[in-house]
């Protein structure tokens, strides 16, 4: 099948999983338990009032004029008015600041974590029963067992409160919001030393014992014996040639996790108080705003649909066997 017809085929399947998605977004967030106006409305309102401010969010039509009336708004760029923030759209609650927050702080966690792991696993498989091979097992199964609040409340006191090289919390200081930009830029970076550490750390064990199992099952292939015959150097073949066998294990954990990149880690944005998504997702639950909540969901939906998409084109990039069918 030619790439565009792969395209096509996959881009109707994205549709159709989107489609399901904010049907079942649509229903799932309708049929949670509370009154999702109640922080909306002070308590000496009348019912009346109550009821017009029904009126005013749409909630007191029938269930599936809401939802036809939903997927209109949501072709239309619509997802709804905040019921905390007063009525603010929500897309003007999500696109913003806290997106791009989030974005960034989740990006350069799982890219850096991606490559330190994939040299930190390509050399523990290649070297397996090694003292290196042993401590990066180690340390990889008590990362991957250490609960990410814990990672960063560790960081916070010794890093924050014992040293004070980290802020304690926050994305800038306030002393810096009209200061120069490299100065705003400096100040940003410094508030994401502690949160980028608790995820990098977070990520490391998961994709460094994938690739180490995945060339520890690679040694013993018939092309590896072959390169090894040839007088290849270790660093070529294992640089080179085991690489990109290991980079599609990497680009479907990539994918696997790429939700993360619209939620976040919300109990490490919770923990640092990093103004993103996952902080923006925990105070919506607390406080019932479905529609935020709802905005939250689909466009991780989204996300997650177009990700494997592009992971897919990319395994038939890296690995000559996968074909586009």
């Known amino acids: 099948m030619g790439v565009a017809k792969y395209l096509v085929r996959k881009g109707i399947e994205a549709f159709i999983t989107i489609f399901i998605g904010l049907t079942v977004a649509f229903f799932l967030f309708r049929l949670l ?31 599936y004029e809401q939802y036809i009336i939903f997927l209109i708004n949501f072709l239309h760029g619509n997802l709804g008015l905040s019921f905390v923030y007063h009525g603010t759209p929500v897309s003007q609650v999500i696109f913003g600041p806290r997106l791009f927050n989030t974005i960034i702080l989740m990006g350069s966690s799982m890219f850096i974590a991606a490559i330190i792991a994939t040299f930190m696993g390509l050399i523990a498989g290649w070297k397996r029963g090694s003292i290196f091979d042993r401590i990066s097992i180690t340390l990889s199964y008590m990362g991957a067992s250490a609960p990410v609040f814990w990672v960063g409340l560790l960081i916070l006191l010794f890093l924050g409160s014992y040293y004070g090289l980290i802020p304690i919390s926050g994305t800038i200081s306030t002393e810096v919001i009209h200061a120069s930009l490299p100065v705003r830029i400096a100040n940003y970076l410094w508030h994401m030393i502690g949160p980028l550490l608790t995820l990098i750390i977070y990520f490391i064990p998961t994709y ?57 880690a919300i109990l490490t944005e919770t923990v640092f108080g990093w103004n993103g998504i996952g902080l923006l997702l925990y105070n919506s639950v607390l406080s019932s705003d479905y529609p935020v909540v709802q905005g939250i969901f689909i466009i991780t939906i989204i996300v997650v649909v177009l990700a494997n998409l592009l992971a897919d084109v990319v395994y038939a990039i890296l690995d000559p066997r996968v074909k586009l069918r």
Do not use: C, W
């Not at 922080?39 to 039509?61: H, N, Q, S, W």
């Open 33 to 63: 338990p509370g009154d999702p106006t109640a922080v909306y409305l002070d308590i000496r309102l009348t019912p009346e009032a109550k009821k017009e401010l029904m009126k005013t969010f749409g909630l007191d039509k029938p269930l």
């Open 208 to 264: 460094m014992l994938y690739v180490r199992n995945d060339v520890v099952s690679l040694l013993g292939e018939d092309f590896i014996t072959t390169l090894i015959a040839k007088g290849l150097s270790e660093k070529l073949i294992v640089f080179k040639h085991l690489m990109r066998y290991v980079l599609i294990t990497v680009v479907t954990l990539l994918a696997v996790q790429s939700p993360l990149l619209v939620t976040g």
